[in-house]
């Protein structure tokens, strides 16, 4: 570096026509013998008065950043507002920082270590560093690049970033528009049920109106509840969207900057979180539980409106019993063939290949389309476990046990505490037994095969889904207590 040039970054001085020199300047105003009037020795202005040293800000080699908003003679800027990629000197920066909007960042161009202009940037150590620094033992082996390169390469990553927040907002619309049409769907869906009940009541005498009112509450809470899961999906993923746009358009700007340090300032702040939208279509969607509306029905008016069960499909099969023939060892089955029971004795059963190991029994009866309502009645107390299976479900061994393999669905109950279970996973349902009587509503094409608890009101206590693939019967297991078939 010149003697001049050191001088300028050492002591600078500014003249009134804007340009700046060092120290050496003081020395040849006083070879003038005290004359206020001066040359510049860079443009040859005649200048009146002294130095206007008090304005100077210290100016950096090459790297002079001189203020944005200055229009004729620019002063060097001290600060560097990041909303608006401008640099600013005192004067502007007092009028520019009336705005909250605005986030302004030190302008640091010299290296606090050995005083130099950085040049470079270290992305080990996500550094701005000069050629000191790039060439000592702290940096060896580290990847060092110019800052211009450094900037380039982040820019062209956030680039990246903003692709893929782009995707992930259209997926993010995309399903918010399908569950907006499926809220269309089940809107319908619950206009045909409400339909449904409305007319069936209609011819019904008056004594049952308060039936008929109370059914319609629950569609309508069905409904609400519905909804409210949804459009909380909905609410949520256009929060997500509103930030995705927030995030987009920060980095945007980023990108657009000229100055490289801001960008690397900011790197490291940016989000860059661009997760894939996941479908979850069944966990995030609530549906009207045309089961529930069907028992609640159905045990209403068992006993007076035969039109009620045509109306709701629902089938009930009187005859169903137990098969004997697969009952184990273990269990008593009553004469009626209805109830079973656990045995401190053997039954000494012949053996047959049907017949299960542990405690447990098939209906007779076959489900292989349709929807079907069963109810059971348990005892007050008791361990034992009850569901659907198909007919090639194990008899023998571990995998024969309810819900302990893909081939059976249960619900339990063990300490006066329900679960349901199937192919070995165990959840525990949120209510405490409360009734004897409990529904078993199975809706085959559908895939659903749903359990209530029979009191006032019925309470859904779990629904599964699934493709059947095999006929399903009832099947019961009894390790203490009883069960009773009451179709």
């Known amino acids: 570096m010149a003697s001049d040039q050191m001088d300028e970054c050492l002591d600078p001085t500014r003249l009134r026509c804007g340009h700046n020199y060092g120290k050496s300047i003081d020395d040849v105003l006083d070879t003038l013998e005290g004359s206020r009037d001066y040359t510049c020795p860079e443009c040859g202005e005649k200048l009146h008065g002294g130095p206007e040293r008090s304005e100077i800000r210290p100016v950096i080699g090459d790297n002079n950043i001189f203020c944005t908003d200055c229009t004729f003679s620019p002063l060097p800027a001290v600060i560097s507002c990041l909303n608006c990629d401008a640099s600013l000197c005192d004067k502007h920066l007092r009028v520019h920082s009336k705005s909250e909007e605005h986030v302004f960042t030190k302008l640091n161009f010299m290296c606090s270590t050995h005083k130099k202009p950085v040049a470079f940037y270290c992305s080990k150590d996500a550094a701005c ?83 008929e009112h109370k059914i319609l509450e629950d569609i309508a809470n069905q409904e609400k509840r519905a909804r409210a899961s949804v459009c909380q999906v909905i609410h949520e993923l256009e929060m997500k969207i509103d930030n995705l746009s927030r995030d987009i358009k920060d980095i945007e700007e980023l990108c657009t900057m000229a100055q490289p340090l801001p960008v690397l300032q900011r790197w490291e702040t940016v989000r860059h979180d661009t997760g894939d939208i996941k479908e979850a279509v069944k966990e995030d969607r609530s549906d009207v539980d045309i089961g529930l509306i069907s028992v609640t029905v159905h045990t209403a008016l068992s006993d007076v409106v035969t039109n009620v069960k045509r109306a709701f499909y629902v089938q009930q099969t009187p005859d169903i019993v137990l098969n004997v023939n697969t009952a184990s060892n273990d269990l008593h089955i009553t004469a009626d063939l209805k109830s079973a029971s656990g045995s401190e004795f053997k039954q000494n059963c012949p053996k047959l290949p049907e017949r299960f190991q542990h405690n447990q029994v098939l209906g007779i009866r076959s489900f292989c389309s349709g929807r079907h309502f069963l109810e059971v009645e348990t005892c007050p107390a008791g361990n034992w476990r009850l569901g659907m299976s198909y007919p090639s479900i194990a008899r023998k061994g571990y995998h024969s046990l309810i819900g302990h393999s893909n081939k059976s669905w249960g619900l339990c109950r063990y300490l006066n505490q329900y679960f349901v279970i199937h192919d070995r996973h165990v959840i525990p349902v949120g209510h405490k037994p409360l009734s004897q009587r409990l529904g078993i509503f199975l809706d085959y094409e559908a895939g659903r095969l749903s359990f209530y608890e029979l009191c006032d009101p019925i309470r859904h206590l779990h629904t599964y889904t699934a493709t059947f693939t095999e006929a399903l019967y009832l099947i019961l297991g009894v390790y203490a207590g009883w069960l009773r078939i009451r179709n």
């Not at 390469?153 to 680039?159: N, P, T």
């Open 129 to 211: 560093i000069c050629v000191t620094c790039a060439l000592s033992e702290e940096h060896e082996g580290h990847e060092v690049e110019p800052l211009t390169e450094a900037s380039d390469k982040r820019k062209e990553k956030l680039r990246n970033v903003v692709e893929e927040l782009d995707r992930n907002k259209k997926a993010t619309e995309e399903r918010v528009e399908d569950l907006q049409k499926y809220l269309r769907t089940a809107q319908e869906k619950v206009s045909g049920i409400t339909e449904s009940v409305v007319a069936l009541f209609r011819d019904t005498r008056k004594q049952l109106d308060a039936l």
